[in-house]
Every structure is written in C-alpha cells, then in structure tokens.
C-alpha cells in the first residue's frame, strides 16, 4: 500500500521569505500523481500544484514549485515571496495512474506567515 | 459555476443518533469521492462513485456507514448509531472523471457527544 509522510508538523516563514515543505512518499508503482493540497482555515481545500511521475521537469505554478526526486521518493513544495495567504494547512498527496483517482494524504504541514 | 456544495457544515449529534451528510457536485462531474479527516490528521477515503455506482466502499470504517448517490448527482453519506469516534470533518470531492483535479466541498464537522 501506498504512504505519505509529511514530517514537518509546523512551519514559519517571514513574509517575502521562501519556504519549502517536505514530503516522502512510498510506492511500488512506477506512474503516478503528486500533489499539494491547500487548506486555509475555512477547510475548502484546494489544488496548489500537481506532478505527473513519469515527467522529468519538476512542476511550477506562479510561486509555487516542486522538486520532485523520484528515486529518492521526495516531492517538496517551494514558495517564493511568501504572502500572508499562504498561511494554510498544506498537504502532499498521492493517487495511482491507474486507480479511480482517490487519494492518498500525508498528515499535513502548518504553515505560518509572519509580517 | 458553482462549486461542491455540503451541508449541514457542522452537526452536532448524541451518541446513538442517525445523521445524514449530503453532498452537492459541480455539474457534469462524473466521479464523487467522500474522505473523513479526523482533527489534525488528513482526509482519508472513504468511497467512490461512478455517477451513480458505488464502484469501491473500501475506505468505509465500519458497516455502520452507508453512501448512496442514486441519480448521479446529489451524494449522501449515512451514519447509523454514531459513536464518538465519527466525530471528524467529512469532505466531498467530485472531478469530470480520472485523471482530472478534484474539487473540494467545504466539508461537514460532526461532533458526536
């Protein structure tokens, strides 16, 4: 069975700093999806960024991009010019290619943006 | 247009009661997931629709939970005789079909005291 792990439970980043949160993951398969999810605190989750495993080129979404290291089962997220919205639950999660699309997801990090 | 709608946003329920937690999908989209994310833990799944085939019920905890989504649409998720360990946010997602993003609701938190 697939497992994320996100082992940094809180985060702090100054405001127009950069910050990168981490993310392992465990799978047998060779074709997948990675993704970071956002949770501010009124819960709607929502999409920050996704990876296709059998693409070389690590991710980029505006501020937000990906080092994605498929032998070594890493998947951080990188954001640039920390704003203060981006204070959220973020959280790493996986799907197989071939599965019906539900995910699996790490425990998810804090994240805190300071002014 | 509109996004996954969910309701009640918060229930608050006495151990032993039934509850129903519905779920509205964004038009057109042809898989609905349920996950329930217990506090300061990420969601887990819980059951997947094809419109309105339940094709995996796998992640369901306990037979005490039941989803039906008879139309293709609208989804609920039933909890007969719920027990303290229920208490969790429950989210619904719903996507055109795989491998497209899904799309969030903004959950429902039941407390069961």
């Known amino acids: 069975a697939q497992t994320v792990t996100q082992s940094q439970p809180e985060m702090s980043v100054q405001e127009a700093e950069t910050v990168t949160l981490s993310c392992t993951y465990d799978?047998?398969?060779?074709?997948?999806?990675l993704f970071w999810y956002k949770q501010p605190p009124s819960r709607q989750m929502i999409l920050v960024i996704r990876?296709?495993?059998?693409?070389?080129q690590n991710a980029t979404e505006n501020r937000f991009s990906v080092n994605f290291q498929k032998a070594a089962k890493s998947f951080s997220l990188k954001i640039s010019d920390s704003q203060l919205g981006d204070a959220a639950m973020y959280f790493c999660?996986?799907?197989?290619?071939?599965?019906?699309?539900?995910?699996?997801f790490g425990k998810g990090t804090k994240l805190s943006v300071k002014p | 247009g509109a996004g996954v709608s969910q309701s009640p946003r918060y229930k608050v329920a006495k151990r032993g009661q039934d509850v129903a937690l519905r779920c509205d999908p964004i038009?057109?989209?042809?898989?609905l997931f349920w996950y329930q994310q217990a506090l300061g833990q990420g969601p887990e799944f819980l059951t997947y629709f094809q419109n309105e085939a339940q094709l995996d019920k796998s992640g369901l905890p306990s037979d005490r939970f039941f989803a039906e989504r008879p139309e293709g649409s609208v989804s609920t998720l039933k909890i007969q005789r719920t027990q303290q360990e229920d208490s969790a946010v429950y989210l619904c997602?719903?996507?055109?079909?795989?491998?497209?993003?899904?799309?969030f609701g903004p959950g429902t938190r039941l407390t069961v005291t």
């Open positions: 799978t047998s398969e060779s074709d997948y999806y």
């Open positions: 990876q296709e495993a059998y693409k070389q």
């Open positions: 038009s057109g989209h042809v898989s």
């Open positions: 999660a996986y799907r197989s290619k071939g599965s019906q699309g539900n995910l699996i």
């Open positions: 997602a719903s996507s055109r079909s795989p491998p497209y993003e899904q799309y």
